[in-house]
Nanobody, 122 residues
């Protein structure tokens, strides 16, 4: 069974940094595009970042460009999201997602993790 497990969320002050990680199992990691999404209370799910199968292409939502960096380690079957210069509006539950070969970076994705809470205080 495919499983995605996020970690690294927490509470941080505005301007600080967090690094999220997503550990995967049950899939051929190197053949999947990996993405991060987030959802704040009362708001729609928002695309954050994605990275292609061989990590030669990355994609970012406009709200995080220049602040967040996505990376993947195919040997460890993990994907990470380095989040810098965090803002209160970054507060949300962050979800890791995996898409089969042919998946567009914006989605729809095939597998989802349970999410990890990121809270940015002013």
């Amino acid at each position: 069974q495919v499983q995605l497990v996020e970690s690294g969320g927490g509470l941080v002050q505005a301007g600080g940094s967090l690094r999220l990680s997503c550990a995967t199992s049950g899939l051929t990691f190197s053949t999947h595009i990996m993405g991060w999404f987030r959802q704040a209370p009362g708001k729609e799910r928002e695309f954050v970042a994605a990275i292609s199968w061989i990590a030669d292409s990355t994609y970012y939502g406009d709200s995080v460009k220049g602040r967040f960096t996505i990376s993947r380690d195919n040997a460890k079957n993990t994907v990470s999201l380095q989040m810098n210069r965090l803002k209160p509006e970054d507060t949300a539950v962050y979800f890791c997602a995996a898409g089969r070969m042919g998946t567009r970076y914006i989605g729809p994705y095939d597998y989802w993790g349970q999410g990890t809470q990121v809270t940015v205080s002013s």
